[in-house]
């Protein structure tokens, strides 16, 4: 059992950054991979990044967040990040974190872990 707690979410202008967390508790967090997802409002969740398990060396992005948010983890720490800098107002979105044991690469939602998510606007 995984629980994930997300933090780092606020207001911030556009070109600015925030920092995301995703806290997980569990001595198996390094055998998950990590991703993060958002879901703004009116539309449907969708993929932002996701890192592979500890070791695993893959890291995949959706296409317009590519250049612009980073995603990493610490594994000591139990935790994912997702650096967001260059921030625009289309960025506005709930974020969430998940985890899952199969491979990064994921082609579904239906993912083993999910937590709350941390709202993220940004203004023009």
């Known amino acids: 059992q995984v629980q994930l707690v997300e933090s780092g979410g606020g207001l911030v202008q556009a070109g600015g950054s925030l920092r995301l967390s995703c806290a997980g508790s569990g001595r198996t967090f390094s055998m998950y991979a990590m991703g993060w997802f958002r879901q703004a409002p009116g539309k449907q969740r969708e993929f932002v990044a996701s890192?592979?398990?500890?070791?695993?060396?893959?890291?995949y992005y959706a296409e317009f967040v590519k250049g612009r948010f980073t995603i990493s983890r610490d594994d000591a720490k139990n935790t994912v990040y997702l650096q967001m800098n260059s921030l625009k107002p289309e960025d506005t979105a709930v974020y969430y974190c998940?985890?899952?044991?199969?491979?990064?690469?994921?082609?579904?939602?239906?993912?083993?872990?999910w937590g709350q998510g941390t709202q993220v606007t940004v203004s023009s």
């Open positions: 890192i592979s398990r500890s070791g695993g060396g893959s890291i």
């Open positions: 998940a985890a899952d044991l199969r491979p990064a690469g994921w082609a579904t939602f239906d993912l083993d872990y």
